[in-house]
């Protein structure tokens, strides 16, 4: 059973806004967003130490999303994504790792603890 649970998904029209929320059952030095389209590699878009608050962004993502992990929720991290477009398109992941570093490459293989995903649809 996934110790993280993801909420928020759905579908909306291009140029609207989307939260995503996950919160896990224990605390994790780093928490991220991957999504994942038909036929696409996993993709690392947003990621945040949760002590630190520092965060890092894919390209297809910055300036449009927001990741948080608030200070006031416990173990839950957020993801706030506005502009969206088409491809935005994907199904959503939260993951976390215990590790301190792995938000510099968002690489798959660094992240222990993984939900079960959300869809994102975004029409035109």
């Known amino acids: 059973q996934s110790q993280l649970v993801e909420s928020g998904g759905g579908l909306v029209e291009s140029g609207g806004s989307l939260r995503l929320s996950c919160t896990a059952s224990?605390?994790?030095?780093?928490m991220a967003w991957f999504r994942q389209a038909p036929g696409k590699e996993r993709e690392g878009i947003a990621c945040?130490?949760?002590?630190?608050?520092?965060?890092?962004y894919a390209f297809s993502a910055a300036g449009r999303f927001t990741i948080a992990a608030p200070d006031n929720i416990k173990n839950t991290v957020q993801l706030q994504m506005t502009s969206l477009k088409p491809e935005d398109t994907a199904t959503y992941y939260c993951a976390a790792s215990p590790w301190t570093y792995v938000c510099r490459d968002r690489k798959p293989a660094d992240f222990d603890e993984w939900g079960q995903g959300t869809q994102v649809t975004v029409s035109s």
């Open positions: 224990g605390f994790f030095y780093t």
């Open positions: 945040i130490n949760t002590e630190t608050k520092e965060s890092t």
